[in-house]
């Protein structure tokens, strides 16, 4: 079946760029996409790119896709305390017509002051 | 445009007993899927419902079962609890189910 995995921490200083990293193993997904979680909250859907592009920007977050090596990137500019948090990619749905996301274990954002 | 909701927010029962959790999509939105989410086992896919259909269901027991509605709204349904069943449980929706998905805040169950 499909496997992703991310790394579990991360940090950075405030200011400095944030980058998250995602590898899977299945290529059949339509959509790739990054969920952000705060403790005891959902998940919110931060930015997501089609499976045939190669890279996303949306204000301070650039979405990168490497089809070849399967690696999937959130990189998040001049970061900043409220961007601590779990930060989660997610394939799907699938090309044979299956309805659910694959979730990665999601990556531990803390942000230094 | 509200988001997605979830009733209640936080449950606590008893193994043995069971609980219904309820999801309300978005307006104008006909997909609805569920997911559990524990520390060990990350976020798994239960199942998704399209126009009263469930079209998908995941790797998990029958105890664990849903619904949808016409106006939409889904629930679900875990009969005979048990301690491993504690978990944060999460509804998404989207317009068709084949494309972005929304999530709501989620239940939280605390099976004792």
């Known amino acids: 079946g499909e496997d992703v995995e991310q790394s579990l921490f991360l940090s950075v200083r405030e200011g400095d760029s944030s980058v998250i990293n995602c590898t899977y193993t299945?290529?059949?997904?339509?959509?790739l996409y990054w969920y952000k979680q705060e403790p005891g909250a959902g998940l919110q859907l931060l930015t997501y790119?089609?499976?045939?592009?190669d890279m996303k920007q949306d204000q301070r977050l650039t979405v990168l896709l490497n089809k070849k090596d399967k690696h999937l990137s959130l990189r998040i500019a001049d970061t900043q305390t409220g961007d601590s948090a779990i930060y989660f990619c997610a394939l799907g749905p699938h090309r044979d017509s299956s309805y659910k996301l694959i979730f990665g274990s999601g990556t531990r954002l803390l942000v230094r002051p | 445009k509200a988001g997605v909701t979830q009733t209640p927010r936080y449950l606590i029962k008893t193994r043995g007993q069971q609980v219904t959790l309820s999801c309300s999509p978005i307006?104008?939105?006909?997909?609805v899927s569920w997911y559990q989410q524990t520390p060990g086992q990350g976020l798994q896919f239960l199942f998704e419902y399209f126009s009263e259909t469930q079209r998908n269901k995941g790797n998990f027991p029958g105890r664990f079962s849903g619904r949808q509605f016409s106006n939409s709204r889904s629930e679900m349904n875990v009969s005979t609890l048990e301690l491993g069943d504690s978990a944060l449980y999460l509804c998404a929706s989207s317009l068709g189910g084949q494309d972005e998905q929304f999530f709501g805040p989620g239940t939280r169950l605390t099976v004792l």
């Open positions: 790119i089609f499976s045939n592009m």
């Open positions: 307006s104008g939105h006909r997909s």
């Open positions: 299945d290529s059949s997904s339509t959509y």
